[in-house]
């Protein structure tokens, strides 16, 4: 899989799945990618501003699509 499709992936199961959030394991399970790749392409997601940190339950962040 190389980058685009990655980042795709990622973001058409946080669309899907919209509004609910999801933590990086719980993406990575869903996607079926190891969950380090998974934490990279969201973190760059969530710079690019497509998805957004919906809330931090201790040292754990849920991600969730933006609706535009």
Do not use: C, W
Not at 8 to 19: A, G, R
Not at 54 to 68: A, N
């Amino acid at each position: 899989m190389s980058n685009p499709e990655i980042k795709e992936t990622i973001l058409q199961f946080l669309q899907e799945n919209h509004p609910k959030d999801f933590n990086i394991q719980e993406i990575a399970d869903a996607v079926n990618i190891h969950r380090n790749t998974v934490s990279t392409y969201v973190k760059v997601l969530v710079a690019e501003g497509k998805l957004k940190i919906s809330r931090t339950m201790g040292k754990i962040s849920l991600y969730s699509f933006i609706k535009e």
